[in-house]
């Protein structure tokens, strides 16, 4: 069945430091890839998306890369702060059908 | 600005019982979701459901789950005979439209002992 690749499943940065997060998704009628950050004991909140028709998109510290030949998208976040600090997973859908998620980053930015 | 509620924020229940959880979704959205996340594991989808109809479900969502949007606000999933296995965080989600960001509320946490 489709499946979304994560890596790595924990990444600790120093805080200033740039994080990537990296997805790989197995269905090629997948055209909408969204990242989401989630907070302890809180539900996952939308940071930024893509779709497939554009490469890449950004968003003051965070920007997300796609490259659909190869089916890899990523996570950029620059100048990391404490408060970036969180789970972040990525997902993948086909016009927002079957929503599949990435095994999540536990991402640690130390001060 | 507006958001997706749940309640109970958790609840523990016995093996066999039924439970139910309900969400109400942002108010003009008309596409609602269900996911469940293992303790540590991924956010799994469950179901989505538009215009008072199942559209579309996974693997996970067998027999013993159902959906209902039982008035103009509430949105609730019922699981009806538990298993151990369906300890969990239940999250409800909604979209304007299907390939809209989907907003989640906080979950609840499911115990089943």
């Known amino acids: 069945g489709e499946n979304v690749e994560q890596h790595p499943s924990t990444l600790s940065v120093q805080e200033g430091d740039s994080a990537v997060i990296k997805c790989t998704y197995s269905d090629s009628a997948s055209n909408y890839f969204p990242w989401y950050k989630q907070e302890l004991g809180k539900g996952p909140q939308l940071i930024i998306d893509?779709?497939?028709?554009?490469g890449e998109k950004k968003d003051q510290r965070i920007a997300v890369t796609l490259n659909k030949t190869a089916k890899h998208f990523s996570l950029h976040i620059t100048e990391t702060q404490p408060e970036d600090s969180a789970v972040y997973f990525c997902?993948?859908?086909?016009?927002?059908?079957?929503?599949?998620f990435g095994a999540g980053t536990r991402l640690f930015v130390k001060a | 600005e507006p958001e997706v509620t749940q309640t109970p924020s958790h609840q523990v229940t016995q093996m066999g019982q039924e439970v139910i959880l309900r969400c109400v979704p942002i108010?003009?959205?008309?596409?609602f979701y269900w996911y469940r996340q293992i303790l540590g594991q991924k956010v799994e989808f469950l179901v989505s459901f538009y215009n008072n109809e199942i559209s579309e479900k996974s693997e996970i969502f067998d027999d013993q789950f159902s959906v209902e949007r039982p008035d103009g606000s509430n949105f609730t999933l019922k699981i009806r005979s538990t298993k151990l296995e369906d300890s969990a965080m239940y999250f409800c989600a909604s979209s304007a439209d299907r390939a809209e960001t989907q907003y989640f509320g906080p979950g609840t946490r499911l115990l089943v002992l």
């Open positions: 108010s003009n959205h008309l596409y």
């Open positions: 997902a993948a859908s086909h016009e927002g059908f079957k929503t599949i």
């Open positions: 893509i779709r497939s028709n554009v």
